[in-house]
């Protein structure tokens, strides 16, 4: 199955999850039925009136048969066979429609499982198939965040697998456990992440939060799925289609030790003229964390910034409430920041210094907020 990696789908082309009967075009089944000879016809229909059989062995048997001949035929024969089984979802019998509904399912479901394992992106080549043009348009999203390699394809390959041929992708990121996590994680960041500028607020906190509070261990990069869940957190924070702030962005990176990205969202806080203070003094805690290179330059340049990084109340290493705020609280600057820095690759204690409330911090190393004299 050949797939084009040229086209690159919007938000109104992605497609949308299929129910059972609109997942395979019926009409397309009455076009390719004649494609096969009358001889096979006549012996699919005899075969499907046989599931009518008053005998239980007889309906089973034929069941297993049409199931072998249509997973492993051509698309022709699997197209006529669900065809007429659709037929005999109005049959008198109970047993009869619950046994076809069965066998469609099975059918769809090994059609689905062998598009899957076929999948083999190109530059060229166009499938004909309504259902193979479906997983394409999926293919061509998730690869858009996590590159087309053979690592791409065969993550992908595990999560359209876990969705089935339904496409739901909630199921693919229904697993918690440790075997489950990559793909866990690739479903939610290359297939459920929007792709647009609009602020989905509330996945976003729900998304923001997980990000937050889980790593992938995407640092060791050791196994082919933690490779391709590290480029699409990477792709996800760079596109942010969530409008996260900067802050955030910092925070997830660093939770997932993505230094490459770190050093990106640091070098473009420095060069963006009138940032936000506490994003500056943010970006200087994040680029020591990953030992950026030019932290060293950064640092002595910031030495003479006296700007206030803004605290709220209820953020003090002391928790100070509105009733004692600002008096007693540490007001970091920028300068501070930087002198801390400093002192830390000297190997001083900044403790000895004067900044007695310094507080140790999971992701930035240390509180912003515990910064000062």
Not at 36 to 60: G, H, Y
Not at 136 to 143: A, D, G, H, R
Not at 275 to 301: C, F, K, Q, W
């Amino acid at each position: 199955m050949a797939f084009s990696m040229t086209a690159a789908p919007t938000v109104a082309d992605q497609p949308s999850p299929p129910s059972i009967d609109a997942s395979i075009d019926e009409a397309s089944y009455f076009k390719t039925a004649p494609c096969l000879p009358e001889s096979e016809l006549a012996r699919i229909d005899r075969n499907v009136s046989r599931l009518e059989s008053d005998s239980a062995v007889i309906r089973r048997l034929t069941a297993d048969r049409l199931y072998s001949k249509a997973s492993n035929g051509d698309v022709a024969t699997c197209d006529a066979i669900l065809c007429r089984l659709r037929g005999l979802r109005v049959s008198l019998s109970l047993d009869t429609r619950q046994l076809a509904d069965q066998l469609i399912e099975r059918i769809r479901l090994a059609c689905h499982q062998h598009s899957v394992a076929a999948l083999t992106p190109s530059p060229w080549g166009d499938s004909s198939d309504a259902f193979n043009r479906e997983l394409e348009l999926w293919w061509q999203q998730f690869s858009q965040r996590a590159g087309d390699d053979n690592d791409a394809i065969r993550q992908f390959q595990l999560v359209a697998l876990t969705a089935g041929p339904d496409w739901h992708w909630n199921a693919a990121a229904s697993l918690s456990d440790a075997k489950g996590g990559d793909k866990d994680w690739s479903c939610l960041l290359g297939i459920q992440v929007p792709d647009c500028g609009i602020r989905y607020v509330p996945a976003a906190k729900k998304l923001q939060t997980k990000l937050m509070a889980t790593c992938t261990n995407s640092i060791d990069n050791c196994t082919a799925s933690e490779r391709v869940v590290g480029r699409l957190i990477d792709s996800t924070i760079r596109r942010n289609p969530y409008g996260w702030s900067r802050e955030t962005c910092l925070g997830i990176a660093l939770t997932h030790h993505r230094s490459e990205l770190v050093n990106e969202l640091c070098e473009n806080i420095w060069n963006t003229p009138g940032v936000r203070v506490r994003e500056l003094g943010l970006s200087l805690l994040a680029a020591d964390r990953v030992n950026h290179d030019g932290l060293t330059e950064r640092l002595n340049e910031c030495c003479n910034d006296q700007r206030v990084i803004t605290v709220l109340p209820g953020q003090a290493h002391f928790g100070v409430g509105e009733a004692d705020w600002p008096h007693s609280i540490v007001v970091p600057r920028i300068s501070d920041v930087a002198q801390y820095l400093l002192w830390k690759r000297d190997g001083i204690d900044a403790r000895q210094h004067g900044m007695t409330a310094i507080q140790a911090d999971p992701v930035w190393g240390v509180r912003l907020e515990s910064i000062g004299r």
